[in-house]
């Protein structure tokens, strides 16, 4: 195409590249502009500041999340606490752990009679 614009002499390549360097120029000049420049900053700083708040709703959902398993896992923790509690207070074990102290304490006496 080059040769063929040369080729002609008619001016079309001087038309073509006035045409191009005043296209890039309203380019520029729109770039330029500071209401351009302005509307763009304030673009930029809004999405910035969405972008945060959807960061920190994130985080807020994941604090949620988590201090609620939390309280949840103490719960049943404390649940399953008294439950130990309480078997080793009453039925088998209990029975098991009276029947070994009284033993240990039979077994002192022995010892106390023998002298030792």
């Given at each position: 195409m080059d040769e063929a614009l040369d080729a002609s002499g008619d001016g079309r390549r001087t038309d073509f590249a006035t045409d191009r360097v005043n296209e890039l120029?309203?380019?520029?000049?729109?770039?330029?502009?500071?209401?351009?420049?302005?509307r763009r900053r304030a673009d930029?700083?809004?999405?910035?500041e969405h972008e945060r708040?959807?960061?920190r709703a994130v985080l807020d959902t994941i604090q949620f999340e988590l201090r609620e398993a939390?309280?949840?896992s103490l719960?049943?923790?404390?649940?399953?606490?008294?439950?130990?509690r309480t078997?080793?207070?009453?039925?088998d074990w209990a029975a098991r752990v009276q029947r070994a102290?009284?033993?240990?304490?039979?077994?002192?006496?022995?010892?106390?009679?023998?002298?030792?």
């Open positions: 120029a309203r380019q520029v000049a729109h770039l330029d502009d500071p209401a351009t420049r302005e930029e700083a809004f999405l910035r708040l959807a960061l939390l309280l949840t719960a049943r923790s404390e649940s399953r606490t008294v439950d130990a078997a080793r207070r009453e039925g102290r009284h033993d240990d304490t039979d077994y002192q006496a022995e010892l106390h009679d023998l002298g030792v």
